[in-house]
């Protein structure tokens, strides 16, 4: 949603991200999500969940044909994962400035994948990359009563 104010477009919108298996294995959750918070996005709908085969075969489908993908699902459905709705301005944007680059060897200071990511593979979040795919993402894992903002 977006709303005017006098002089201005605020451009507030919605992603949706996911604290992945090496993150809640570690016990990172909340430093994960305190790096989130302190660059101004606020979780508005938040879930702990066990991803089925399926459930990560559809969210990942568009990289079905990579090299990586068996490896991909096989890692997202290792463990729990935590799955988000995250607010702000430009939230989609931000929240991959906050993330960081794919690879953390490439991920720059102060992003979660240079703090906390251990591989190309096991990098600890994932964001959406637009804001239709942040709808399409969103309303796989959350009901529209499952998010307050
Ligand atoms: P993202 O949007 O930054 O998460 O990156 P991509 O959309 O390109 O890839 C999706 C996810 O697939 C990444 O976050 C990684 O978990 C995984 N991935 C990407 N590239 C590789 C790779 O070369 N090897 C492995 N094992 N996993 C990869
Ligand atoms: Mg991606």
């Not at 606020?42 to 066990?50: F, K, L």
Request: aromatic share 6%; charged share 25%.
């Amino acid at each position: 949603s977006s709303q005017t104010q006098p002089g201005r477009i605020m451009a507030t919108e919605r992603t949706f991200s996911i604290l992945k298996p090496d993150a809640t294995k570690r016990n990172l959750t909340g430093a994960v999500n305190a790096v989130i918070e302190e660059a101004g996005l606020r979780i508005v709908g938040q879930r702990r969940i066990q991803m089925s085969r399926a459930q990560a075969e559809t969210f990942y489908e568009v990289h079905k044909e990579r090299p990586f993908f068996g490896e991909l699902v096989a890692f997202m459905t290792s463990g729990p994962v935590v799955v988000q709705v995250l607010e702000g301005e430009n939230a989609v944007a931000r929240y991959r400035e906050v993330m960081g680059a794919t690879n953390p060897a490439q991920a720059a200071e102060g992003t979660i994948r240079k703090k906390f990511a251990q591989s190309v593979g096991e990098n600890t979040v994932h964001g959406s990359d637009s804001a239709e795919n942040a709808r399409i993402e969103i309303a796989q894992f959350f009901q529209d009563g499952d998010i307050a903002g």
